[in-house]
Every structure is written in structure tokens, then in C-alpha cells.
């Protein structure tokens, strides 16, 4: 059998697989590794709502589970195996993190909340290589997570429970198994397939060879004893295994504080999320400091580069240059070899100044004025608005109104918004059925990315969009070609003062979370006086959620809008409200993508 070299390094060691999945078992068996299977009991039962990130999640439960067979082997048998090897693989979709279905039911709430979309697979592993001296463990540990984007097709109820009532789902991370029936709900995966099915094992590959052939010398990141992460997992020992151990056999040895003699058990959870929350300043400003000194655009034209290369091509200092390209990697950013530096392709995508879904103009905006207002967070947050209302909000206000400081702060504004829209359009445009109106007038619609984009789904719809004269006035230079084109105009004015176009359609996106209740009603009530009996009103928000964590990113932007312009992310439930308080009914909701709440109210005939 033909065998990967660094599989072969493992061919003399002791290799535990602290998995009971059979997937897992079977890919790695079928790389040729040889191994001995000892199933975690480590209960995945972590606060997901600790973790910055639900890839910071999976990398923590593989690590947990992981570690509790690290030390129970030890203190079983004595005999400490040189390699335990730990994953957990979840999906993620609209904020949420989904593992495995409890029952039916449950597998039918998640498939239906996969159904007709796009999602992300993750799967963290663990890599733990445990050394035994003197009755003591002590690990070193390697970890890292797979990302695969998956999409789903729409299916009928009942094709989902015949594919529930298969049974397939119940022990499959999102209700679903790729490899088997479950591959005929797939329409495309994006990345890798073996990492959806459980395992990744290409980037398994890569790491052991980061591990067993180091370019330097740097190989695996020592963990003191007294940071291994201790779990509850020893209650389920039988007496034999538990026969007169010594519970702290697997703890910490060497501890730095003495004076803190605690056991294994009595550790909290080693705070990884915590930790990368507590630096993910650092690791923006990082981002928004390559993007500026226009480091992705230049290796998209020029890679690999090293790091003296591209210090010389954007003027920057070697040794600083070289850091932050570094940083860049280990953020996925970059990626980097022998030969040097090149784009991930997350950068590829994302990071170009001039790429189709380009978010640089969004970065930029983030780096200029809300990184601003966020330093002034204490003071504001103690007076509710105030300080930096005043010194930044204004300005930022500013950005979206008639009082805008310079032709350049706007443009900064209106690339940020074209990035935004450019992503959400289609979601936006697609949400809920708008077929039947064929005039629509886009409300502070900017670029025109989102009117280009119902002009292209509803070829009947003629699209106005208004907007600022001083916005109108740079819209050129952000139109894409095409026929679509000449359903598209745009007319200047303002929406709080001037007569509104006619339309059956209006359309709100991203508008009202930018103003404080008494402006957003008189919008809402002057858009009511325009509105034709039977017209509609579409609005698109980014919604509060219940669940506190999907509600993350909603409420971080309801603070840097009370800090820049006084407004704030609404409920799905306000929205609802407002909306039927200027006269509007029958109002349907959709939710898209992650983070978006799309709503399409009537207004009645009379
Ligand atoms: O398409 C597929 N997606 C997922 C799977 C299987 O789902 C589970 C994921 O659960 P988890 O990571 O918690 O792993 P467990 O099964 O509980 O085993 P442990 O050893 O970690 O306790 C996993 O088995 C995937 O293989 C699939 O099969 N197809």
C-alpha cells in the first residue's frame, strides 16, 4: 500500500484514535494508519456561547475529548500511547451551531433550517503527543479546523422525512451523512469532502508534516501541565479503572504556583475562546493594516513573494513587514511555503480592492470610523450616546447624510456599502416572492448593487434608485455592464424632505437600523403617504435574534450605530410593528443567509 510519508512517521508509535465515529475510523484506516480506537466520554456539553468563533468550539471538543482518553489511558494501564488523535465536526448555519440531532424531530428542525441553503461544515482536531515521566502526564498539543461550504437543494417535507425515517440522520453532525443517502440533498460542496463525512485528512497530512518535517526547527507547542485543560470525565471509570489511581495522576506536574495545589478536576476549562475574544482587536487591526498597505492586491498580481520583496514593493520596513505577513497566515489570510507568500483564498475572494465581492471598501470603513468610535465605547456607553456621538458620530453621520465631510470619506462610504450590498443582493432580492410589482423605487439604494439585482431576478421591474445627490453624483464608476442596466435609473434626492418617485415597490435595505425611532417613522409614514393601494414595502435588516448567539453580530452593530449615528438594529418583532403602525399588513418575513431578516408588508387597497 502506498503510504504518505508522514503516515509512515507514525508507523512505530502508538496511535489512539479517541473516536467511536466509524467515519473516522474508516478514512484514517484507509490512509494506512494504524491505530488503536478508545472512545472519548467527554460530554460535549461546552458553552458554544464562549467561543468567539464556532471553529474555536470544534477545536476545543476535539482537544477535550481528546485529552480525557490521554488521561485515562495513563492512569488506566500506565502505558501512555505516543499519539491520541481527537475531532468533532459541526455545522454551522445563521449564526447557529448544530451537532447531532437528539431525534427526529430535532433532525427535522435542523434540515429544514439547512433546506435550500448554504452552510459550513467544520471539523477541529486534535493531535495530542503524550510523554509519561515518573507517573506523570504531560502532552503536547497541535490543533487545527477544515472549513467545507456546503450547499443544499430545496427539497419537499416529505422527502425529509423519508430521509429522516431512513435513520441516517441521528448520528450525523447537522442531521445529515454526505457520503451516504444524505448526498442527495447536496447540491455543491465547497472544500473538502472527507472533512464534511468527519475527518479532514489532507490537512491532517499537512499538519503531521509541519509537525515531523519543520522547515526550522519550530515544531510542536509545548503545553505546561498546568495549562491542560481538566473536564468532568471520570465519573463513568469503572472500579477496576478507577482501582487506586491517583486522581491528580494526570494533572499538572511542575506547577509554577505551588501555593495552588488544586487536582486535574477542579481546573475550570482552559479559556481558548476567551483568550482569542480578548486579542481579536489585535488580529482586525492586523487585517485592516495589510489591506491598507494593499498587500493582497499586490501578491494577487505577484506571488509567491517573501517577505523582503513585498516590503520593498509597498515601502514598509522588512522586519515589520515580515510579522505582519506571518500573523496574516496564521489568520488564513496568507499562505505561505518555501518560496514565499501567497493569498489564501478567502483573500482571493474577499480582499482585493477591485475583486467582484470585494469587502475592502467595508474594511476600510471599519478601519477609519468604527474603530474610532469603538475607543471612545466606555465613555459613550457610561452618557448612552454623547461623547462619541459627538466627536465621531458626526462625522459618520455625515457619511450617510448631506453634511459629508469630503469626497473621499464618502466614497469610503459608499465602496463599504457596495461590498455589503454586493454579498447580501441576492439573498435580499430572492428572499420573498416580489414577481407581481413591476416599479420599485430603492430608498438610499447607493451604488445601485441591490436594484441591479432585482433587475436581473424580475426582468419586468423597472428600479429607481434614490439616493443623496452627492452619492448619485459618484454612482458611475460602481455600475456593472449589461442589459440589465437600462432597467436601472437613478435620481437624486433626499428621502426625509423630498417627494419620493413613484413606484408600487419600495425597498429599505440596511436603512432603518441607521436612525433613531422618530426619524424611522417619519421615513415609514412618509413612504405610507407614497405607497399605492396594494403596493408594497420590502425592508431589509439585520435582525436581533433570541438566541444570544446568532444575536452577536446584530448587537455589536446596534453599538457601533448608537455610538455613529444614534440608531440601532431593530427586532424582527419591532420591525413588524413599525411597520403595521404606518398601515401596513399582511406582512411576511424571511430570513437569509446569517444575519439578515427580510420583511415585505402590503399596503392595503381601501
Ligand atoms: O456528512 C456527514 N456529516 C457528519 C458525519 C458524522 O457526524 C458525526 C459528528 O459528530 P461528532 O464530531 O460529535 O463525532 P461522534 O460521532 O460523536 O464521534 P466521537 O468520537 O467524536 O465521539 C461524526 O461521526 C461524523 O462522521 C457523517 O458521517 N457524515
Redo the contacts with the bound molecule.
Sequence with gaps: RMMYPVIRKLQHKRVVL???????QEILSQAGLRFEVV??RFK?KLNKSSFPTPHAYAIE?AKQ?ALDVARRMHQKDLRTPDIII?????VTIEGLIL??PVDKQDAYWMLSRLNGKEHS?F?GVAIIHCFSQDGQLDVEISQFYEETVVMFSQLSEELLWEYIHSGEPM????G????AL?GMLVESIHGDFLN????PLNHFCKKLAELYFPPGAVGLQRVKHDSIPAVDTFENLSEEEGAGLDRGGAQARGTQDAGHDRTAESLPPFPTGLLELIAGFQASKALFTACKLKVFDLLQHEAPLQAVDIASKIDTSEHGTGRLLDVCVALGLLEKTERGYSNSDLAALYLLSDGEFSLHGFIELNDEHTWAAFTHLESDVREGSSRGHRAVGDEAEGLLQDSCPGRDARLCFMRAKHGLAKLTAHQVATALDLSRFTSACHLGGCTGALAHKLAREYPRLTVTVFDLPEVIEHVTCFQPSGPQTEQVSFVPGDFFKDSLPEADLYVLSGILHDWPDEKVHRLLSRISGSCKPGGGLLVAEVALDEDPRAARPGLLRSLSRLLQTQGGERSLTKSRQLLQLHGFTDVQVARTGDVLHVVLATRPAT
Design positions: 479517541a473516536s467511536a465515529s466509524p467515519r473516522r472512545p472519548s460535549e471538543t475529548k481527537g475531532a468533532d465536526t459541526i451537532e447531532k461544515v471539523t448520528d450525523k453532525a447537522g445529515y451523512g454526505i457520503q444524505g464534511v463525512v468527519g475527518f
